[in-house]
């Protein structure tokens, strides 16, 4: 299901994205570098929808959905891993997978 590369850290309830009327599923994984991986699939079929990177946060520990951030009605992800020696939450949207915002904690 989620293939022996990556290790399951952790899942979110996020809004549709594929717009069939259920909410779909944002699984946070850990890749073999260790970098973070979100994987969104539908709920109502398990089918992979898209891969979100978080290439430069590595050891992921918990993932949780955000409001919509950058105005495009849809949730984002927020991500908490290690990024430069620092404990960061990275934020992404969830249609795009593109960057929202980035938050660090020394």
Do not use: C, H, M, W
């Not at 430069?56 to 949780?64: D, T």
């Amino acid at each position: 299901f989620l293939g022996s590369s990556s290790e399951v850290k952790d899942l979110a309830i996020i809004s549709d994205t594929n717009s069939n009327g259920f909410p779909d599923i944002a699984v946070l994984s850990e890749q073999a570098s260790g970098a973070g991986l979100v994987r969104v699939y539908d709920s109502s079929t398990g089918a992979l929808l898209k891969n979100i990177f978080f290439n430069s946060l590595s050891n992921p520990v918990g993932i949780a959905r955000f409001a919509d951030y950058d105005g495009n009605n849809a949730d984002e992800v927020a991500v908490l891993g290690d990024s430069g020696g620092l404990t960061q939450v990275q934020i992404k949207d969830t249609i795009s997978g593109s960057f929202v915002n980035t938050i660090d904690f020394p």
